[in-house]
């Protein structure tokens, strides 16, 4: 694997200027429109609570619109910059990694976002990962309620 090197920020003070930078500025601003031009069209979306990932771009917008309203004080603390390999095409691409904190359903959360980002440098793939379990569980159930909601999922059966 191809040795990189690595960048640490905080964000006291700086410019958004990278991708990731701009990222954390629409999400800080809650600007669906700013998010959206960031995201390649056939993104994909890795979810702590889901095993396949969200696909593309439509559904992008749709989960971002629910994950807004779900995330109570949402903050992004700093992020780590440099390449890795992505999950969809193993190839390596430039990287990000924002560590956050917020709360749903009550639960503190502690967690990542994972952005691999194409050449244009619109991001391709996102993971997010949080803990403790507890949060994954409220934020799942959620999140499950704003998509279904929204009529960007079915309701699971039995509902």
Known sequence: MP????????????????????????????????????????????????????????????????????????????HYTGTARTSADDTSAASAVLLFRARAGGREIHGVDLLHFDDDGRIKEFTVMVRPQSAVRALGEAVLAGLVADALVPAPAGQ
């Open 3 to 78: 040795r990189s090197s690595l960048h640490i920020h905080d964000y006291e003070g700086e410019e958004a200027v990278t991708t990731a930078d701009r990222f954390r500025t629409a999400v800080n601003r809650r600007d669906l429109a700013a998010l959206d031009d960031l995201i390649a069209e056939n993104i994909r979306f890795y979810s702590p609570v889901k095993f396949t990932p969200f696909e593309g771009k439509p559904m992008m917008r749709g989960l971002f619109k629910v994950l807004l309203r779900t995330f109570e004080d949402f903050r992004y603390l700093g």
